[in-house]
């Protein structure tokens, strides 16, 4: 069969994905609203849509021809319910694509007369806008269906009741509607079908799903309805090509006489040619979120309840902007495609589009324009909320992306323990054990990282001061230039959502970010209010950092163990970043301070971390048999302590005559200025990129000597500062990973780099972390741009005879492998 020529609409849609991961997203929106292509590498009709965790979900699309008896699965298993009584046929799959915000599966269905057949797309979008928070925080998604060819069909779509509970036996009720724009003009008309559980359970979850919340599937006016039994639903679709447009009123459980909400559609392209319809998936929950906030336990509304008077006007105003939210999601799809070529290759870009939804999927926004707040699920691992060493490894997608999201992440943390509700003197692990519950822990009895969490969260600190200060820009950059001055409002964050702009007919889009003297001030009063909590991380790591005691890192699930010589380089980074923030209100002497203790314990760190021989740094400093990946060490070049006098001169800030500029330009005088050699010495970095290439593995670089797993983000963090081969080898090693391995999870970050690349135990999937594979992306736009330029001599060939002290050390570790 000749496949038909497609227009240039379909041509954009069947853009080439050069790798083929396990599962895809579909409608990824939040930890609740969030349904993946199972076995992506089969035919879509093989296995039901999931949920993250591996349920199956109740999805399904099928066609039919106009005149035909053939029935053609397009999604999921519907055909299930229809026997042997129909002419089930399956249509000519031509795969899936995907960027940042959409996945579109492709199919050829044929035609009586007609070698070229139908061409038909389900096009999934998840829009992440960067240059809109007010959109991104919509918990909605689109499903568009692209029809072209000679030959009319129709088309069917259905969801069941698991999409509102984890719990099968949950009875739920629902009805249907019609609604209209305010003005009621019949042009602009949806269908609704909405249901819920008929008892909800607020902040309480069963299987990872919420047990609270309204759903809301949304369809153009023109379509057919019907909601009940689901293989009576389906017989009449595949019996008369169209549905009754009636709703059975028993409610009943979800899997009892299973209740589904379905639409059917013609596609008349007979005479038109092609034909489109879109669909909306809407979960509304409110409150979102339970949180321990400043002024006690707060039930927190979601974002999008700012802007609209009630739950229909959202919906409408979302269903009409799909063609809005397509373009700013293209648009940020296209910058990220650009700039991930321009550090990696094709299979890099693809793996940061595969993982940009996955993060967004895990976070919640709430609160109102004058405090926004973005709260995160650790999925998988524990459910905890605002997980700080989870933010830390995704935080490079927020900065790359769009840092004020970074800064709503932040926001929960420090307000919460500025309030006096934590009571130890460490950052925090985490604001509640089980998500949505940010209820923090007054007893003091979180996971106990303490070093790793002062180390993460005054890394992040600094980069969202250096993101505000220097002009580098982000994905986010807004389209109009701003060179006003910030007026701080002690009731409002110093990043509130502020009068959003309009460009080229798109409202609602946000202020620009950083880069002007609103940034500094912005940067300014930031830490100001909170100067006391990172004085407070930062003693303690002063205390404790160099030879950090008996405790976990982030990699928990690798236990406990004492003096880790990556942990303490994060405590020492973090001292350093004090040294920026402190510098940022000219608190001068603390910047002294911090910097001269910083410099003091780097240099006795090289003494005892690295190995005798020099070949590469040891995973704890009595540990001399053994090695780790250093990915901390990417801090220190994100926040440009790297970049050494040689390379770069000092930012250029907008300063008022009254305003201390924020780095003197004297660098005899200014221990903050780059030096010649860096804050972390050149030659660790060289020392570290020649190991990770003498001991990779098939899929990658293993986490340390102990197990032959490793963790994605953490090796892209260290590809980052390593050689551009180094860097392409384990980007390569990734994307070959991703390629072959056997999970059948959405993207997981730990993984064995041997074998079948599976789960190693414990099984991580759908996790923010993923974020972490930004970090070149961010990294290129960091330090005014000049970043990577500060890295350029770790091209330059090492000596052959330190090559061979290399290779002869990783040979020792062979019996580990």
Request: a negative charge; one cysteine or more; hydrophobic letters at 35%.
């Amino acid at each position: 069969m000749k496949l038909l020529a497609w227009g240039s609409a379909f041509a954009a849609l069947a853009n080439a994905s050069t790798l083929k991961p396990p599962i895809l997203p579909l409608i990824v929106r939040n930890p609740y609203l969030s349904t993946w292509l199972q076995d992506a590498r089969a035919e879509p009709w093989s296995r039901w849509p999931m949920f993250y965790t591996g349920e199956q979900m109740g999805f399904s699309v099928m066609s039919k021809v106009v005149g035909s008896d053939d029935v053609y699965p397009l999604l999921g298993r519907p055909h299930d319910s229809l026997g042997d009584s129909y002419n089930i046929t399956f249509p000519k799959y031509l795969g899936a694509t995907f960027d940042a915000s959409t996945t579109n599966l492709s199919y050829v269905i044929p035609t009586t007369g007609d070698d070229q057949g139908v061409a038909v797309v389900l096009s999934f979008l998840s829009p992440i806008t960067p240059t809109s928070t007010f959109r991104q925080a919509i918990p909605a998604s689109y499903l568009a269906i692209y029809v072209q060819g000679s030959t009319d069909i129709d088309i069917y779509i259905d969801i069941n009741g698991q999409w509102v509970s984890g719990d099968r036996g949950s009875r739920i009720k629902w009805d249907h509607y019609t609604k209209s724009s305010t003005s009621e003009s019949p042009d602009d008309q949806v269908k609704v079908h909405r249901f819920q559980r008929e008892t909800e359970a607020h902040f309480t979850e069963i299987g990872d799903r919420s047990e609270w919340g309204h759903f809301y599937f949304v369809a153009p006016a023109d379509v057919y309805h019907d909601i009940g039994l689901s293989a009576d639903v389906r017989h009449h679709f595949a019996r008369h090509s169209k549905l009754r447009n009636s709703v059975d009123q028993k409610f009943r459980g979800i899997m009892e006489e299973e209740p589904i909400f379905s639409y059917s559609k013609t596609f008349s392209v007979s005479s038109s040619g092609s034909e489109s319809a879109t669909f909306t998936f809407a979960y509304i929950q409110d409150p979102a979120i339970q949180f321990a906030s400043a002024r006690g336990m707060t039930l927190m509304r979601p974002l999008w309840q700012s802007y609209f008077s009630n739950v229909d006007d959202l919906l409408h105003f979302h269903y009409y902007d799909f063609e809005n939210a397509k373009k700013l999601a293209g648009n940020y799809s296209a910058t990220l495609a650009k700039d991930a070529y321009a550090s990696g290759s094709d299979d890099y870009k693809d793996i940061v589009e595969l993982s940009a939804r996955q993060v967004l999927g895990a976070t919640q926004f709430a609160g109102t324009p004058d405090n926004p707040l973005l709260f995160l699920k650790e999925i998988s691992s524990d459910g905890n909320t605002q997980t700080i060493d989870v933010i830390f490894p995704a935080f490079p997608f927020f900065l790359y992306t769009n840092p004020r999201w970074l800064a709503y992440l932040l926001e929960p943390l420090i307000e919460h323990m500025l309030s006096g509700q934590y009571p130890n003197d460490y950052a925090m692990h985490d604001l509640g054990t089980h998500f949505p519950n940010a209820t923090g822990h007054p007893d003091g009895r979180d996971e106990y990282m303490p070093v790793e969490e002062c180390g993460n969260i005054l890394i992040m600190g600094l980069a969202m001061v250096n993101s505000l200060v220097y002009d580098t820009g982000s994905a986010a950059a807004a389209p109009l230039f701003d060179d006003s001055e910030y007026t701080e409002n002690p009731q409002q964050s110093v990043f509130a959502l502020e009068k959003t702009l309009e460009f080229e007919g798109i409202k609602y889009l946000d202020q620009p970010w950083g880069g002007s003297k609103k940034g500094l001030q912005q940067a300014q009063a930031w830490v100001k209010r909170s100067y006391k909590l990172w004085k407070q991380w930062t003693s303690y790591l002063v205390k404790y950092s160099l030879r950090p005691a008996n405790q976990l890192s982030t990699d928990d699930f690798a236990g406990w163990l004492a003096l880790q010589t990556n942990l303490a380089l994060k405590g020492i980074i973090g001292i350093k970043a004090m040294a920026g923030i402190s510098k940022t209100i000219n608190q001068d002497s603390d910047a002294d301070y911090y910097e001269k203790t910083a410099r003091e314990y780097v240099a006795k760190w090289e003494e005892y971390g690295m190995s005798r021989d020099g070949t590469h740094a040891k995973l704890s400093y009595d540990w001399y048999g053994s090695w780790t990946t250093l990915y901390n060490l990417y801090a220190d070049a994100l926040l440009c302590f790297h970049i050494r006098s040689t390379d770069s001169p000092a930012p250029s800030l907008p300063l008022d005559n009254d305003q201390h500029p924020l780095l003197p330009l004297d660098n005899d005088q200014n221990p903050l200025l780059p030096k010649p050699n860096g804050f972390v010495p050149q030659h660790i970095y060289k020392v570290q990129s020649d190991w990770y290439q003498a001991v990779r593995q098939k899929f990658g670089l293993p986490l340390d000597s102990r197990h032959l797993y490793t963790k994605s983000d953490w090796q892209i963090f260290a590809a980052s500062v390593s050689s551009t081969t180094v860097r392409s080898e384990i980007l390569q090693s990734i994307a070959y990973w991703v390629n072959e391995t056997v999970t059948n999870r959405p993207l997981t970050d730990l993984y064995n780099t041997e074998g079948d690349g599976g789960f190693p135990g414990p099984d991580f999937f759908a996790r923010p972390v993923v974020g972490g594979h930004f970090a070149p992306l961010t990294l290129e736009r960091s330090c005014g741009g000049k970043a990577m330029d500060g890295l350029k001599f770790l091209d330059e060939k090492s000596e052959k005879e330190h090559l061979d002290k290399v290779a002869e050390a990783a040979k020792a570790f062979k019996f580990v492998f």
